[in-house]
């Protein structure tokens, strides 16, 4: 027996094959997160591999170090790319666990850690460069 849009289920077929549920957003939130992750995977060898040679070193030295592109573009990437995971992480936890206003003001909250902390990160990485 076929099943129907409306048996069962509160989506339609094309809701269904779209991947929209009721919140609209659900697979873009997700390929945003394995996207992210991705990313990451990437980011933090090359960030530990190019941190790593200059952790100890002297204050002229790691600011010449990160006068360089690729090691400041790295740092940069990670800073943004990991806080940014952390906020769409964090905000589908809260919004699985959490309801109501104290669901709405957590989730502002982590967004404004999360963006405070892209902000000093890379306003300290371009104040050791310049």
């Known amino acids: 027996m076929s099943e129907t849009p409306s048996e069962h ?4 077929y094309r809701k269904r094959a779209r991947g929209l549920g009721a919140a609209k957003r659900g697979t873009e939130h997700y390929w945003g997160m394995i996207q992210s992750s991705v990313g990451l995977l990437i980011l933090v060898p090359l960030f530990i591999f190019t941190f790593g040679p200059i952790l100890g070193e002297s204050f ?11 090691p400041a573009i790295v740092a940069a990437l990670t800073i ?10 964090a905000q589908t936890a809260i919004e699985d666990y959490l309801r109501g206003t104290t669901r709405k003001v957590t989730i502002i909250a982590v967004n404004a850690v999360a963006y405070v902390a892209i902000a000093a990160g890379l ?3 371009v104040a050791l460069v310049l």
């Open 9 to 12: 289920s509160h989506l339609t």
């Open 60 to 70: 002229e030295e790691v600011v010449l170090y990160y006068s360089r592109p690729f």
């Open 80 to 89: 943004v790319v990991s806080w940014l995971h952390f906020k769409n992480g």
């Open 123 to 125: 306003f300290a990485l």
